[in-house]
Structure formats: C-alpha cells, structure tokens
C-alpha cells in the first residue's frame, strides 16, 4: 500500500520531543527509531533493527513523524506492561506478517485483530512475556488494561491509520498530537491552544487566571502543567525558532498554526 500524506513522510518531532511525549527515555526511544547495535565482551555482536518510522535527518532536527510517534505509544503501552523488548520484536514481525500492512503499530488492524495474533503466537512459541499482552475476556482475546488503555488514545483516519494521539505525558490534561493542528504539537483540546504557547506565557509571568481566559484552556489543566515544569520550560515545550516551524513545514503539512483565541 502507498501511502503518501503528511502523517507518514513529514519529519515533525526530534527524537528529545517524542521521546518526552510518550513519557519515555530519550535512549529507549532512539532505540525504537534508529536500532541498537550492541558489542558485549566475549559474545557475538547483537543488532536490533527501527521498529517506529524515522524519515532521517541531521541530529537536533525533526526526524520523526507523526505515525512514528503512534507507533511509539503502542511500543510505551509495552514496554509500561514491562514486557521486555527484545521479547516482542519478533511478535511485531509476526504481526506485519500476519496483517499483511506496513506501519501496523499505527493501524487499526492492530487494535481489531492485534490480540488474537500475538496470542496464537504466544501460544505456538510458548513466550509467556507477549503472553502478557493478552487475556481473554469472555471468551475473545484482547490486549490487556493496559495496552487497551494506550490503544484508546488513538483516533484513526477512515484509512486505518492512526490521526490523532492523546498523549501520555499529560495524565490530568487533555493534549493531544494531530499534524492537522499546530504542526503535530502539543496542544490543549480544550481552546486549541499549543502546549507550548499557553506554558510560555506562564513562564513570562502572567497568571493562571489570565492565560487560561486568553487561550480558553480550562485553569485545572493548566495548573497541572505548571506545577510540572515551574523549575524552566523543557525543549519539548519550546517553540524551535522564533516559536514556530517554519513556513516550509506549515506548507507541507497544510495546515495552520493554532493561536489563542
């Protein structure tokens, strides 16, 4: 299947950024996008190839784009249910082979036929760690709680694929990551303002009160999010440049930058 829109080809996020955006270490994700090769003393050399897609670029710039970052939640949801990588590697071959797709962490397939998979594979390999994944309820197979809950913070596009995340990161606030908003950053669902321009303003010194009546995002969440990062702004929530992507980006993605309303 060719697929050619923005959500697969478009570099939005740096490795820094997803990495905090599915509340992930910057090691584990660089892991996910660019492989490992490891050399341990006296063994032969252990390679692990990308599992999330990564278009390249140089290092700092944006490199990952946004159906990488969806590939990058269900690998979260994984490795949260402390399922070691390297045990669902060859479950993630088995899932391309099996759905037939390219990008099938970011499909619905995964969430429909997903579970039912990786349990047969389970079940033939005796591999109690995907087993994990998986508990049957009722009879069916599905992914357990917690992977359930990470794949309900997917939308996905009449497609298939995925189009919208609600991200991790942000446990008492509504934030999401869609390329028809904001460039794929961060921003509040709630007065559809960027993560970044609401908490800059705080950090500039204006209240609570004021930046939440400005940009229509609801003070409990903003709150939430200050109290997070009242010690400086991490890069995540920083504008690259003068506070926005450039105009090269805009026209690739299409769509326009949010601004407070």
């Known amino acids: 299947m060719a697929v050619t829109d923005a959500r697969f080809d478009v570099p939005i996020y740096t490795l820094a950024e997803?990495?905090?955006?599915?509340d992930v270490p910057q090691a584990t994700f660089q892991t996910w996008a660019r492989g490992?090769?490891?050399?341990p003393a006296g063994k032969s050399t252990v390679k692990g190839r990308p599992i999330i897609t990564d278009v390249g670029a140089a290092p700092g710039s944006p490199t990952i784009p946004f159906i990488g970052l969806a590939e990058g939640l269900v690998l979260a949801a994984i490795r949260k249910q402390g399922v070691p990588l390297q045990r669902i590697r060859p479950a993630i071959d088995v899932l391309q082979r099996e759905l037939g797709i390219e990008h099938r962490l970011a499909s619905r397939r995964l969430y429909t036929d997903g579970a039912e998979v990786l349990f047969d594979y389970a079940t033939h390999t005796g591999d109690e760690?995907?087993?994990e994944l998986v508990v049957v309820r009722h009879g069916q197979r599905v992914f357990s709680e917690i992977v359930d809950s990470y794949l309900r913070r997917v939308t996905f596009a009449d497609d298939g694929f995925a189009q919208r995340l609600r991200l991790p990161q942000y446990a008492h606030a509504q934030v999401i990551a869609d390329p028809r908003f904001s460039f794929g950053q961060p921003t509040f669902v709630h007065g559809r303002a960027r993560v970044s321009n609401a908490l800059g303003r705080f950090q500039s010194g204006d209240s609570i009160e004021t930046v939440a009546l400005e940009f229509g995002v609801p003070e409990?969440?903003?709150e939430t999010r200050c109290a997070?990062?009242?010690d400086g702004l991490p890069d995540l929530f920083r504008d690259r440049s003068l506070g926005r992507p450039g105009a090269g980006t805009a026209a690739r993605l299409g769509t326009p930058a949010c601004h407070p309303r």
């Open 220 to 222: 409990a969440e903003l």
């Open 36 to 39: 490992y090769v490891r050399r």
């Open 129 to 131: 760690s995907v087993r």
């Open 228 to 230: 997070l990062h009242s």
């Open 18 to 22: 997803g990495a905090r955006a599915l």
